[in-house]
């Protein structure tokens, strides 16, 4: 148990894979109360291992709730969101809502919105829905959406993203100009007004309202064992600073 009472986030693990798990084959610095080497065990080992298997299915929920033209969306997505989930999606469980405060009107089956910044924000946000529907893939979504956003989450947009990315972005344009786009956007609506918010972006780490200013740190405080993106972090001059 000498590894459980003198390990600490100075620690450097090194991992191999094999299949789709991880095993800890070498642990280097993890010191004793007096700075001495502590000489691990097959049993340290094991234990150990158990951990980080425990991690990767502890994974943090976030929703992020939003707006595509909204400058304080644009500033959290690009500068906060879109960094985090680059370093620590394998570990998330994300969630996006690209609805803000939109309203949605029926009418004999058929749909309209009214959004915060006009128009081009219904349009864009049924772009940044359609992203989320057609790629599958959440960690790209959020790239892909967060590029968007810089350029005005247009069709021109799309374009200069999907390029970059080396996507196609005829099928979401195509989806934002049809009804599945509308039945998207009326979706997200759904759910937005569940979440009963009145600015955004709203954002929620495991169920609880975070302001966003100090979003890594919040989302690393989550983890029972952190994560290695998190020890990282835990270790920079700057976290205490």
């Given at each position: 148990?000498?590894l459980?009472?003198?390990?600490s986030f ?5 991992f191999?894979s094999t ?8 642990l280097?610095n993890?010191l004793?109360?007096t700075n ?9 080992l094991?234990l150990l291992?158990?951990k ?7 994974k943090?929920?976030?929703?992020l709730?939003y707006?595509?033209?909204c400058?304080d969306?644009?500033q ?14 394998q570990y998330?469980?994300?969630h ?8 949605t009107?029926g ?7 009214k959004?915060?910044?006009g ?7 049924k ?8 790629l ?7 790239e892909?959406?967060?590029?968007m956003m ?6 021109e ?6 390029n ?5 972005s005829r ?17 997200y ?8 918010f009145s600015y955004?972006?709203?954002?929620l780490?495991n169920?609880k309202l975070?302001?966003g ?10 983890f029972?064992?952190?994560?290695p993106p998190?020890?990282e972090?835990?270790n920079?001059?700057?976290?205490y600073h």
């Amino acid at each position: 148990m000498a590894l459980l009472n003198y390990i600490s986030f100075t620690l450097f693990i090194l991992f191999t894979s094999t299949s789709a798990q991880y095993q800890i084959v070498e642990l280097s610095n993890a010191l004793d109360e007096t700075n001495d080497t502590v000489d691990l065990s097959k049993n340290d080992l094991y234990l150990l291992n158990d951990k980080y298997a425990y991690y990767q299915d502890d994974k943090v929920d976030v929703k992020l709730y939003y707006e595509c033209l909204c400058p304080d969306c644009i500033q959290f997505d690009k500068n906060k969101f879109s960094p985090v989930v680059q370093n620590l999606s394998q570990y998330l469980n994300i969630h996006l809502y690209p609805y803000g405060n939109a309203q949605t009107f029926g009418h004999n089956g058929r749909y309209d919105f009214k959004c915060q910044h006009g128009p081009a924000e219904c349009y864009g946000n049924k772009l940044h829905a359609c992203a989320i529907d057609y790629l599958q893939n959440i960690t790209e979504a959020v790239e892909f959406n967060a590029c968007m956003m810089e350029y005005k989450s247009n069709d021109e947009a799309a374009d200069r993203c999907a390029n970059a990315m080396y996507l196609d972005s005829r099928p979401i344009k195509a989806c934002a100009k049809g009804e599945r786009g509308t039945q998207l956007l009326k979706y997200y609506g759904e759910e937005s007004k569940k979440a009963n918010f009145s600015y955004v972006p709203y954002i929620l780490i495991n169920g609880k309202l975070n302001s966003g200013d100090n979003f890594m740190e919040d989302i690393c405080a989550e983890f029972a064992v952190a994560p290695p993106p998190c020890v990282e972090l835990y270790n920079s001059s700057e976290y205490y600073h």
